[in-house]
C-alpha cells in the first residue's frame, strides 16, 4: 500500500490547463507531467503494471547528484528536499490521446491502493 498526500484530495479539481499572463499576453499553459507524491512508488508502479498502467519515476536522480554536476561536490544529504522528491514522486500517464475512460481507470486504480 502507499500514501498519496494528502490522501482527502487524491487527484481531485486538477485543472486540464490554466490560463496565466506572459509579458503582457493571456496565455494558455498545458500540463506534459502529472505527478504524485506517495511513500512507496516502487509498490504503486508495480501494482499500476499489473493494469496495464505504465508509470514511473520521471527524474529519479536530484541533480546535485547527477555526474554533469559532480564538479559541485554535491553529496547526498546536501539538498534533502530535492532528494526526497527523487524518491516520492511518481509520474503517471499523460499524453494527449489519453481518453477520459483512461484518465478514469488510472485514477480508479490509484485510488484503490491509497491508504486512508
Known amino acids: 500500500m502507499c500514501t498519496v498526500y494528502p490522501p482527502a484530495k487524491v487527484l481531485s479539481d486538477v485543472p ?11 496565455c494558455t499553459a498545458r500540463v506534459s ?10 509498490a504503486l508502479i508495480k501494482a499500476l503494471a499489473e493494469k496495464d498502467i505504465s508509470c514511473g519515476i520521471h527524474y529519479p536522480i ?34 494527449p490521446e489519453l481518453t477520459e475512460e483512461q484518465i478514469e481507470h488510472v485514477v480508479k486504480e490509484i485510488k484503490n491502493r491509497v491508504e486512508t
Open 16 to 26: 486540464k490547463d490554466y490560463n496565466h499572463t506572459s509579458r503582457g499576453k493571456l
Open 33 to 42: 507531467i502529472y505527478s504524485i507524491r506517495v511513500q512507496n512508488p516502487a
Open 62 to 95: 536530484p541533480i546535485h547528484l547527477q555526474g554533469a554536476y559532480h564538479f559541485l561536490e554535491q553529496r547526498r544529504g546536501s539538498f534533502p528536499l530535492a532528494e526526497r522528491c527523487a524518491e516520492e514522486f511518481l509520474s503517471l500517464p499523460m499524453f
